[in-house]
């Protein structure tokens, strides 16, 4: 799903991995919370964050 809409909106895929990864990996260390994500939780294996994301 996440690689249509990436297609779809002419998103680089790999690059946006690397980017949720980033992302993921800075808020599970605490350097930005669910306040800055607007209540978005960024935690492993949370697909749903991933979609909403992209």
């Known amino acids: 799903?996440?690689?249509?809409?990436?297609?779809?909106?002419?998103?680089?895929?790999?690059?946006?991995?690397?980017?949720?990864d980033w992302t993921f990996e800075v808020f599970e260390k605490g350097l930005i919370?669910?306040?800055q994500t607007n209540g978005l939780r960024l935690a492993w294996g949370n697909s749903d964050a991933v979609v909403e994301i992209v």
Do not use: D, G, L, W
Request: glycine content about 0%; overall charge negative; charged content about 15%.
């Open 1 to 20: 799903m996440v690689n249509e809409i990436c297609n779809h909106a002419e998103i680089y895929t790999i690059s946006f991995a690397t980017t949720v």
């Open 33 to 35: 919370t669910e306040k």
